[in-house]
């Protein structure tokens, strides 16, 4: 079924409707709804579009900060069929606290709880509604520093799950020219926008997490989906889903793709104990090629989050290096060469025979044919590309790149399975 957009958006335009939104705000705790953070998004707005039109400069001046809505306004937010459901989420907004934690020069541990709305009234008569913003959110909102990110207020709008809301503002934050360090890999250089974030520091940040009052060490907040993988189903998987949806129909600039790092623990690859999240917007998305342009899946390349130039790979040279192989009988190095393939290829004896039957008519002619075979395939396999690679990707990487155009460098090679025979010769 079509989702019904809101009439918020005209045009499907969404480049003119910027608006900031705090830092601090963005990393804390995910404990808001769908609903009541889209009203945020709205007020955000109109407090710093009031601050400006108002030239406040003083905090005293922030009492002056109070917005009258009308019915109109609430069906912009969440349609016009939600306007009671509307109206609820900001009733319950000044009643839901905020938390920020924040360490302070003396690297003491600062928590402080205060609303955004400290008042809200509805006048039936009238049918209208007034919120009186709280003075404590003059430092969060307010752009005075520089810890603010851009979004796009038509975007956000139109999110429908707040874990979809809270990967956009991630995704917004680090689009720029972010570059994350490593501790633990100091050797190696992250390509730009690809953010490494352990599993507990997610969960804290997406409200999955306990999370309790340091003061009282009272539980204030129950965790939620604690098997990976039913996190990875709520939450990543579709937030990424709808984030990449609407930036297909060009209704946002940015979307994410994901890869585990650092996995533990038995069963099929472990637990992981990271995340990697690969940021793309318009100016640098992930492939030119529209083909390529997508979410990853079974056989494409792996997703690898360092530069190029630190991966060590070996040029292919023509003349077999000498190896084990090499000093090996004929009979076992073709027992080598066979067993790599039912290795790679499993069960598909089609595939094996086709490729051990060119294998052994070039053997004919060429004595170093067998470990010519072995030297290509190590190589590839030294590749972190390849070692990080699914089942498929591998399968494809020696009937499309080893097998057609690796043994070039030793004079002959073997076109691909699905291609009608050519000349398999010199």
């Known amino acids: 079924m079509a989702k019904n957009y809101l009439s918020l958006i005209k045009n499907r335009d969404v480049s003119n409707c910027p608006f900031m939104f705090n830092n601090l705000l963005m990393r804390s705790p995910l404990r808001y709804s769908m609903m009541e953070r889209?009203?945020?998004?709205?007020?955000?707005?109109?407090?710093?579009?009031?601050?400006?039109?108002?030239?406040?400069?003083?905090?005293?001046?922030?009492?002056?900060?109070?917005?009258?809505?009308?019915?109109?306004?609430?069906?912009?937010?969440?349609?016009?069929?939600?306007?009671?459901?509307?109206?609820?989420?900001?009733?319950?907004?000044?009643?839901?606290?905020?938390?920020?934690?924040?360490?302070?020069?003396?690297?003491e541990l600062i928590?402080?709880?205060?609303?955004?709305?400290?008042?809200?009234?509805?006048?039936?008569?009238?049918?209208?509604?007034?919120?009186?913003?709280?003075?404590?959110?003059?430092?969060?909102?307010?752009?005075?520093?520089?810890?603010?990110t851009v979004l796009n207020l038509h975007s956000a709008i139109l999110l429908q799950s707040k874990y979809t809301q809270k990967f956009y503002e991630l995704c917004c934050l680090y689009s720029g020219d972010f570059q994350f360090k490593d501790s633990a890999l100091p050797n190696e250089v992250y390509k730009k926008r690809v953010l490494k974030i352990s599993i507990d520091a997610f969960r804290y940040s997406f409200g999955l997490s306990d999370l309790y009052d340091p003061m009282t060490n009272k539980l204030i907040e129950k965790a939620k989906y604690t098997r990976y993988?039913?996190?990875?189903?709520?939450?990543?998987?579709?937030?990424?889903?709808?984030?990449?949806?609407?930036?297909?129909?060009?209704?946002?600039?940015?979307?994410?793709?994901?890869?585990?790092?650092?996995?533990?623990?038995?069963?099929?690859?472990?637990?992981?104990?990271?995340?990697?999240?690969?940021?793309?917007?318009?100016?640098?998305?992930?492939?030119?090629?529209?083909?390529?342009?997508?979410?990853?899946?079974?056989?494409?390349?792996?997703?690898?989050p360092y530069e190029e130039k630190s991966i060590k790979t070996k040029k292919a040279v023509r003349v077999v290096q000498a190896s084990f192989w090499t000093q090996l009988d004929a009979e076992t190095q073709r027992n080598f060469v066979l067993s790599i393939?039912?290795?790679?290829?499993?069960?598909?004896?089609?595939?094996?025979?086709?490729?051990?039957?060119?294998?052994?008519?070039?053997?004919?002619?060429?004595?170093?044919t067998y470990a010519q075979v072995m030297q290509v395939i190590h190589e590839?396999?030294?590749?972190?590309?390849?070692?990080?690679?699914?089942?498929k990707y591998q399968q494809k990487c020696l009937i499309d790149f080893v097998f057609p155009k690796n043994l070039k460098v030793y004079g002959w090679h073997i076109?691909?399975?699905?291609?009608?025979?050519?000349?398999y010769a010199k």
């Open 341 to 368: 393939l039912q290795k790679y290829f499993d069960s598909d004896q089609n595939t094996v025979s086709y490729y051990m039957q060119k294998i052994d008519e070039e053997q004919k002619q060429n004595k170093e």
């Open 38 to 107: 889209r009203f945020l998004y709205k007020l955000s707005e109109a407090i710093k579009m009031r601050y400006e039109s108002m030239n406040l400069k003083e905090r005293d001046s922030w009492k002056d900060l109070v917005f009258k809505m009308t019915k109109k306004d609430l069906a912009a937010i969440g349609g016009n069929k939600n306007v009671l459901r509307t109206y609820e989420t900001v009733r319950s907004l000044s009643r839901k606290e905020i938390i920020q934690f924040s360490i302070n020069e003396k690297e």
């Open 415 to 423: 076109d691909p399975i699905n291609i009608k025979p050519n000349n």
């Open 229 to 304: 993988k039913t996190m990875e189903t709520k939450v990543i998987k579709t937030a990424q889903e709808e984030l990449y949806n609407l930036y297909q129909m060009n209704l946002c600039d940015v979307w994410f793709d994901y890869d585990m790092a650092d996995r533990f623990g038995r069963g099929r690859g472990g637990s992981p104990r990271a995340l990697l999240f690969y940021i793309y917007n318009r100016k640098n998305p992930k492939s030119p090629d529209p083909d390529q342009d997508h979410p990853w899946k079974e056989g494409d390349e792996p997703l690898f």
């Open 380 to 391: 590839k396999q030294n590749q972190p590309k390849f070692q990080q690679g699914s089942k």
């Open 111 to 148: 928590v402080d709880f205060f609303h955004w709305i400290d008042a809200f009234r509805w006048n039936k008569d009238k049918n209208d509604y007034t919120v009186r913003v709280s003075p404590e959110l003059y430092d969060y909102v307010v752009c005075l520093t520089k810890k603010f």
